[in-house]
């Protein structure tokens, strides 16, 4: 594998922040690849080469903020990462999953606009859905995990966030899509 170029990283590190930036004064509206690459200080080429499009800039900027998470489930201790039970680790996933959230709704609002069409071949998605439908699976398996993992995600949804979210409970999202997956996992009283 070849090692990325200095200026290769320093580029990608200026987009990703540029981006962020924008993102903060004006909203994903004002995300667009020339003000990005503007703001970076480098050409619209670059942007392009390295990212694709829009969708694909928001998508990395994403995955930059999700990086701890997913190296948390696949290499970290328990509860993120194996040795817990299933709903140990599914409460600790969701407790982080929205964290990140609620840190970053405005970038979920542009990306679920801008990765409309994609939005399921998302990486960052992807991965969530997949650990999601395994602890599912592995604590209720008479259910359709697949289903569930997808149901959960689709409340991570920046607008939903930010309205849910206020100053006096800023974790109000966090702690109701929580009590919402244990309350599908309990069982039904025969």
């Known amino acids: 594998m070849t090692e990325q170029r200095a200026d290769a990283i320093r580029n990608r590190r200026a987009v990703l922040d540029a981006a962020e930036q924008l ?3 004006g909203g994903g509206e004002h995300v667009s690849l020339d003000r990005v690459a503007a703001r970076a200080g480098v050409g619209k080429g670059t942007v392009f080469r390295r990212f694709g499009n829009r969708a694909g800039l928001l998508q990395a900027l994403l995955a930059e903020r999700s990086r701890e998470l997913r190296e948390a ?5 328990p509860p993120l990462g194996a040795g817990a039970p299933a709903r140990e680790r ?3 996933f969701l407790e982080r999953l929205g964290a990140i959230a609620e840190g970053n709704a405005v970038l979920l609002s542009a990306h679920d606009q801008a990765c409309a069409e994609d939005k399921y071949r998302d990486p960052s998605y992807q991965a969530w859905h997949r650990h999601l439908r395994a602890l599912f699976a592995d604590e ?4 359709d995990a697949d289903f569930l993992a997808h149901a959960i995600l689709a409340v991570f949804d920046g607008d939903l966030i930010r309205h849910t979210t206020s100053p006096e409970d800023p974790r109000h999202f966090t702690r109701s899509v929580q009590r ?3 309350a ?3 069982r039904a009283p025969n």
């Open 23 to 25: 993102l903060a004064e």
């Open 73 to 77: 489930i696949t290499n970290g201790p």
């Open 90 to 92: 599914l409460s600790a």
């Open 140 to 143: 209720r398996p008479d259910l």
């Open 180 to 182: 919402m997956a244990t």
């Open 184 to 186: 599908l996992l309990e």
